[in-house]
C-alpha cells in the first residue's frame, strides 16, 4: 500500500486522534459500530422518522390535488428514504481515504450531468434544474454539492503537504466552473451553498488577505448580478423588502405560512387537521416546517430545530479534536452545506428571508434531495468514526 499522505501535524490522511479499540476478534461490521458516533446517529435517524411524520400529514392533498392516490408521495418518500440509508451505510463504511477516491470519480461525471441540464434539462419556473430518463427525474446540482465539498477539501490539503502545487488554484477554478452552470441554470440557492462550501474550508485552510477581499468582491458583484439580470430573484427580494404580504397578492405563500404558525399554537391543531396543506401546493416540500408549526405545533418545531443544532455542534465538536486536517476541512464543508440549508429553508418559511425553493434536509420530501443527503450523512458518520480500520 502506498504511504498515505499527511496533513499539517504529520498524522496521515484516514487518521484520528483517538487511539483504535482492540478490534482482533470483531467482524467488519462490528468494527464499523464500535467505531461509529451512534449519537450522531440516531440524531439523523430521528430527524428521518419526523420528517416521515410530516410527509404523512402533509402529502396526501398535493396528491388529490393532482388527481393522484393520497398516499403517492408517502410511499415515495419511503421507497427515496430507503435509497437514503442504503447510501448512507454505504459511504459510512468508507475511511476517509475511500471517501476521497469516490467523488473525485463521481466528479466529472456529476459535472457533466449538471452541463447537459442546460440543454436536454426540463424547463420548470423559467429554470432548468432536471434531467428526466426512464420515467426518473435527476437533479444532479443536489449530487455535485456534497462532492464538490469532498474534493475541494482534498484539494486544501493536498496544497498543505505540497506547498508548490496548483492543488488551490485548481480548486479556486472548479468553484467558478460548478457556480458558473448552477447560475445558468439558474439556481441561486445551490450556487450560495456551493459557495459558502469553498469559503468556509478556505477559510479553515488559512485565508491569505488578498483572496479574502477577492472572494468578499466576488460575492457582491455575484449578488448585485443575480438582482439585475435575474427576474425571479429580483422579484423575490423586491417582494420581501418592499411588499406587504397578503393572502390575495404578492407574500400569498409566506402570508399562509405564518398564519399557519400563528393558528398552530404550542401544541398544533393535531395531525391532518391543519389547512396549509390545501393553500400551498409545495406544503410538504418547501414549506413543510409551516405543516410542523401548524399541526404540532411550536414545541414539535423547536424539536426539530434543537435536533439540527445538535447535529451541527455534534460535528463540530468531533472535528476540532481531530488532527486531520482532510477530515476537518471535508467535514466542516459538509456540516456547513448542511446546517445552511436547513437555516435557509426555515428562515424563508418564517419571512426572514425572501423566499427560497430549498427543501429542509431529511424532513421534505425528496427524491434526488434525499438521496444526495444520504451521501452527505454517509460521509459525516464516516468523517467522525472514533477510528478508522486500517486497509
Known amino acids: 500500500m ?15 486522534a483517538e487511539e483504535a479499540p482492540n478490534d482482533q476478534g470483531l467482524t467488519f ?102 434531467i428526466t430518463f426512464a420515467g426518473f427525474s435527476l437533479q444532479p446540482s443536489e449530487f455535485l454539492k456534497p462532492v464538490f465539498a469532498v474534493v475541494s477539501g482534498w484539494l486544501f490539503t493536498k496544497q498543505l503537504t505540497f506547498p508548490n502545487g496548483w ?16 447560475l445558468l441554470q439558474p439556481d441561486l440557492g445551490m450556487a450560495v451553498l456551493a459557495s459558502a462550501t469553498w469559503v468556509t474550508q478556505i477559510y479553515l485552510r488559512g485565508l491569505p488577505w488578498v483572496w479574502l477581499a477577492g472572494v468578499g468582491g466576488c460575492t457582491v458583484v455575484g449578488l448585485a448580478g443575480a438582482y439585475v439580470f435575474l427576474p425571479h430573484v429580483s422579484r423575490r427580494i423586491d417582494r420581501f423588502l418592499f411588499a406587504t404580504p397578503d393572502k390575495y397578492g404578492e407574500g400569498y405563500q409566506i402570508s399562509q405560512s405564518l398564519d399557519a404558525f400563528s393558528s398552530g399554537g404550542l401544541f398544533g391543531k393535531g395531525p391532518g387537521e391543519g389547512t396549509i396543506k390545501f393553500y400551498l401546493p409545495d406544503a410538504h416540500a418547501d414549506f413543510i416546517f409551516a405543516v410542523s408549526g401548524e399541526e404540532f405545533g411550536l414545541l414539535f418545531s423547536l424539536l426539530l430545530v434543537s435536533i439540527y443544532v445538535f447535529i451541527f455542534f455534534r460535528v463540530m465538536q468531533q472535528l476540532l479534536h481531530n488532527r486531520d486536517m482532510l477530515v476537518v476541512l471535508v467535514g466542516a464543508g459538509l456540516m456547513t452545506q448542511f446546517g445552511l440549508q436547513a437555516v435557509i429553508n426555515i428562515a424563508s418559511t418564517l419571512s426572514l428571508i425572501p423566499t427560497k425553493g430549498m427543501t429542509l434536509p431529511l424532513v421534505s420530501y425528496g427524491g434526488s434531495s434525499l438521496i444526495a443527503i444520504g451521501f452527505l450523512i454517509g460521509s459525516i458518520l464516516s468523517l467522525t468514526r472514533r477510528w478508522i480500520h486500517r486497509e
Not at 408521495?73 to 430507503?82: A, D, I, P, S
Not at 492543488?167 to 448552477?182: P, T
Open 2 to 16: 502506498d504511504q498515505l499522505p499527511t496533513g499539517m501535524t504529520g498524522a496521515p490522511i484516514g487518521s484520528h
Open 29 to 130: 461490521f462490528q468494527k464499523w459500530w464500535q467505531s461509529l458516533d451512534r449519537a450522531l446517529l440516531v440524531a439523523f435517524v430521528l430527524l428521518a422518522a419526523l420528517g416521515c411524520l410530516l410527509v404523512v400529514a402533509a402529502s396526501p392533498t398535493t396528491a388529490n390535488h393532482l388527481g393522484l392516490p393520497a398516499m403517492y408521495f408517502v410511499k415515495k418518500h419511503l421507497l427515496y428514504m430507503g435509497l437514503m440509508f442504503a447510501v448512507m451505510l454505504g459511504v459510512s463504511l468508507l475511511t476517509p481515504r475511500q471517501l476521497v477516491l469516490l467523488s473525485l470519480a463521481a466528479f466529472p461525471f456529476l459535472l457533466l450531468l449538471l452541463s447537459s441540464t442546460l440543454f436536454l434539462g426540463a424547463e420548470v419556473k423559467g429554470a432548468r434544474r432536471w
Open 167 to 182: 492543488y488551490e488554484r485548481v480548486s479556486l477554478g472548479l468553484c467558478i466552473l460548478v457556480l458558473g452552470l448552477l
